[in-house]
């Protein structure tokens, strides 16, 4: 089973509307969680790192259930400009990252 | 400030040829990572730095692979006898601790194409 596992989409949503995307993972053990983003051809950017009291910065809320292993994040009132690859993360107690292949959204006019 | 920088940015080889890929981190950063990402895959763990020495090689897919750095500051990645399935961007991200702590920055990647 992969650490991070991922629907890869694509997610098309229209302007304005909300969008979540669910991401699972395997061990227990793993420390934490973030959401990065990566642009067409482009290398990943941190998005928002993941708590268990969830967080929200702006239009973006994430979500971490250790109990059921997932962890979600949120878009509301989505811009053109979200659009993107999401890539969910995990670390583990190594120290390394595990990422998920990504699920790709497209915010249409 | 200057980001993670990496090069060269395409390279382009024959197969069976030795490849090397430099990673020149943030200044002061203590962890350097380097992934590789096949096209439209997720990104895959090969080797993690902290300072010179490397804890976890574990995600290097064989001993045609290895990875050095040198002076906590540049890295490189070697590539021998190269095969056709090692085409993908190779990346390099550095963070200032932990990652449990930290941020990772990646650089924008070298593009490796094998014929």
């Known amino acids: 089973r992969k650490e991070v596992e991922q629907d890869p989409g694509p997610f098309n949503v229209p302007e304005g509307a909300t969008v979540a995307f669910n991401c699972t993972y395997s061990?227990?053990?793993?420390?934490?969680f973030f959401w990065y983003r990566q642009d067409c051809r482009k290398e990943p950017k941190l998005l928002m790192s993941?708590?268990?009291s969830g967080n929200e910065d702006g239009r973006f809320t994430a979500q971490l259930n250790r109990a059921s292993q997932y962890i979600s994040l949120l878009i509301r009132d989505s811009k053109l400009s979200d659009s993107a690859t999401y890539l969910c993360?995990?670390?583990?107690?190594?120290?390394?990252?595990?990422f998920g292949t990504g699920t790709r959204l497209t915010v249409i006019p | 400030g200057a980001g993670v920088s990496q090069s060269p940015s395409n390279k382009v080889t024959e197969k069976g040829k030795d490849v090397e890929l430099r990673c020149d981190p943030i200044?002061?950063?203590?962890?350097l990572y380097w992934y590789r990402q096949r096209l439209g895959q997720g990104l895959e763990f090969l080797i993690y730095?902290?300072?010179?020495?490397?804890?976890?090689k574990s995600g290097l897919p064989s001993d045609r692979f290895s990875a050095e750095r040198t002076g906590e500051s540049v890295s490189t990645l070697t590539i021998q006898r190269t095969q056709q399935e090692d085409s993908a961007v190779y990346l390099c991200?550095?963070?200032?601790?932990?990652?449990?702590?930290?941020?990772?920055?990646f650089g924008p990647g070298t593009r490796l194409t094998v014929l």
């Open positions: 991200a550095s963070s200032s601790r932990t990652v449990l702590d930290n941020e990772q920055f």
């Open positions: 061990n227990s053990a793993s420390q934490s």
């Open positions: 993941v708590y268990s």
């Open positions: 993360v995990k670390s583990s107690r190594a120290n390394n990252l595990f």
């Open positions: 200044s002061g950063h203590t962890a």
């Open positions: 730095f902290q300072g010179n020495s490397a804890p976890d």
